[in-house]
């Protein structure tokens, strides 16, 4: 298992910008499939974005595709949510989480093991 340490997260206007963070510890980061998922007040969480261990397929929501884009710089450990465009929805605590293996395969939380402890991202309107 990794340890998992979340960063960047803060308050925004909208249609402005963000950079999450998530540092891995660990020398088995590159053989770990990462995911950022996000949960809102009163809501269940669900899955953001995910990148398979060598960064060379990427997976989003729907409802953030287009502006979100997942990236991971191995050498470094770290794993990177950049969020443009953001929206008054978009309003969670964001979570970084791990698996080892190759790739995801659309199981959401269920299939990460190892979660950071959050990140609060707020979108003002």
């Not at 999450?20 to 809501?43: D, E, H, I, N």
């Not at 990236?71 to 964001?94: C, F, G, H, I, W």
Request: aromatic letters at 12%; hydrophobic letters at 35%.
């Amino acid at each position: 298992q990794v340890q998992l340490v979340e960063s960047g997260g803060g308050l925004v206007q909208a249609g402005g910008f963000l950079r999450l963070s998530c540092a891995a510890s660990g020398r088995t980061f590159s053989s770990y499939v990462m995911g950022w998922f996000r949960q809102a007040p009163g809501k269940e969480r669900e899955f953001v974005a995910a990148i398979s261990w060598n960064g060379g397929r990427t997976y989003y929501a729907d409802s953030v595709k287009g502006r979100f884009t997942i990236s991971r710089d191995n050498a470094k450990n770290t794993v990177y949510l950049q969020m443009n465009s953001l929206k008054p929805e978009d309003t969670a605590v964001y979570y970084c989480a791990g698996q080892g293996g190759l790739d995801y395969t659309g199981l959401g939380a269920a299939e990460f093991g190892s979660w950071g402890q959050g990140t609060q991202v707020t979108v003002s309107s």
